[in-house]
């Protein structure tokens, strides 16, 4: 089982930006390149919704509210992804969490809070 540590959360005013980072540990690289890696959110009493993944060909895939303001990447050789988010909006304020995925089989983070407000 993959280790999924998130970071990078924290308060921020409209229009702002934040770059959130999820550490692969545990899991060696070779194991790492095979998850197909994503950020979700989640507000309070709602379920978990995808933000923005990789899909099993590379691409990526993006919720339409975030697209044009936030990107995801990743750095294999340091088993990390990121979400680099821009234009931020009140709404966007939610636990964002991480998650790795191979064959059937999902592996989470604890989650990182990220709150939009003046």
């Known amino acids: 089982q993959v280790q999924l540590v998130e970071s990078g959360g924290g308060l921020v005013q409209p229009g702002g930006s934040l770059r959130l980072s999820c550490v692969a540990s545990?899991?060696?690289?070779?194991?790492?390149?095979?998850?197909?890696m994503g950020w979700y959110r989640q507000y309070p009493g709602k379920e978990r919704e995808l933000v923005a993944t990789f899909t099993s060909d590379g691409n990526t895939n993006y919720a339409d509210d975030v697209k044009g303001r936030f990107t995801i990447s990743k750095n294999n050789s340091k088993k990390t992804i990121y979400l680099q988010m821009n234009n931020l909006r009140p709404e966007d304020t939610a636990k964002y969490f991480c998650?790795?995925?191979?064959?059937?089989?999902?592996?989470w983070g604890q989650g990182t809070q990220v709150t939009v407000s003046s």
């Open positions: 998650k790795g995925t191979i064959g059937n089989k999902d592996d």
């Open positions: 545990r899991a060696i690289l070779s194991t790492f390149t095979l998850y197909t």
